[in-house]
């Protein structure tokens, strides 16, 4: 489940300045699409409909089948996770970082997350593990490491669709491939929306558009892409 459909989604920040004109995608449950473009082309504006931080103008945005605006918004967030390009820390413990709005979550289901984000090496290399304080040593959280408890606290919620939204774009090219090999990882069979700005890092996606001015100019395997 997590099939997720933009339906001629039409949308505007102003009233004389259409952002979206009527935009149609497709993730199948548990399949990634890519979203390039240059910026200011509406990428980020998708994720934000998604999560309905604002309503469409026109057309619809439906999850297996259901128009989002018939969802509580409760029950959206919680379906969808999503990795920020940057991520602020609390000035806390690793592991309440990790736990961040599930103020209940166990010592288990923390490792557990952290585990998949890869980060437990990390983790239990500081001296007090998961009591370990980031606030002075957030500081000097690598930005490798920052994303990667970011990537662990999203996983907390296990979120059948997941946003990642130019997550790696701030990093360095040899971080940015460690990364997106645990990205690649955690968006193995959920609905992903990836949004980026090179084609160079969603390879893999099953289907990539390419948004420019408001429409989807161009869409298709990486491969087909790079013949362009
Ligand atoms: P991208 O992610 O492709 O860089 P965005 O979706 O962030 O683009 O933004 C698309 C366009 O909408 C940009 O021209 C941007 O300036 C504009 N925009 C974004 N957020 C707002 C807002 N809150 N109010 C008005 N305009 C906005
Ligand atoms: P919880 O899952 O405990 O309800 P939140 O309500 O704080 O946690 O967040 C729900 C989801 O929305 C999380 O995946 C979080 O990353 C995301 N989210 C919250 N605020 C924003 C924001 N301003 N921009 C993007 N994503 C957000």
Redesign the pocket.
Known sequence: DGKVAFKDVIFS??PD?E?LKGVSFEIPAGKTVAVV??????????S?LLFRFYDVKGGSIEIDGQDIREVNQASLRKAIGMVPQDTVLFNDTVGYNIGYGRYGASREEIEDAAEAAQIAGFISTLPKGYETEVGERGLKLSGGEKQRVAIARTLLKAPPILILDEATSALDTHTEREIQASLDDVSKNRTTLV?AHRLSTVVGADEILV?KDGVVAERGKHSDLMKL
């Open positions: 920040y102003d300045r952002i473009g240059p910026s200011g082309a509406g990428k980020s504006t998708l934000r949004i948004l």
